[in-house]
């Protein structure tokens, strides 16, 4: 029997989701403003400075769909294969595991975690199994 998602799960579920939805935002913006900081840390990853534009809209994008209830799962999934290219481009640096490498896990976490506190059908896909 499906249990019924409490109050509280649903507000730490839109929290979760509001935290990963704003830092994505604010990484999208910055790359739209071309901010020095920004450029360094494309540049510094590997990226030119022309790559700022694309890897913003790459990132809105599928940040947007996750914002809009009905579309949040396609934003997630996308957001799930961007945050794959960044884990891939950590480790093709040899950056520190937990600060830089696993950032983008503990984003997916955050994503993929307030799905699942509010809304039941990403339950019924991801089921807790307690025995």
């Given amino acids: 029997m499906q249990q019924e998602i409490t109050k509280p799960a649903r507000w730490i579920g839109r929290i979760f989701s509001g935290l990963a939805i704003l830092f994505m935002l604010m990484d999208a913006v910055f790359k739209f403003f071309k901010t020095q900081e920004a450029i360094d840390a494309t540049v510094e990853l590997g990226y030119g400075e022309q790559h700022l534009v694309l890897l913003g ?22 957001l799930t294969g961007y945050f794959g290219g960044a884990i891939a481009t950590h480790v093709r640096l040899d950056n520190p595991l937990f600060s830089h490498t696993l950032f983008p896990v503990y984003l997916a976490i955050l994503m993929w975690g307030g799905l699942w506190l509010r809304r039941k059908n990403i339950r019924q896909v991801f089921p807790l199994i307690t025995t």
């Avoid at 790459?58 to 996750?66: D, G």
């Fill in 57 to 78: 809209v790459l990132a809105l994008i599928p940040t947007a769909l996750y914002a809009i209830p009905r579309t949040s799962v396609l934003g997630a999934v996308l």
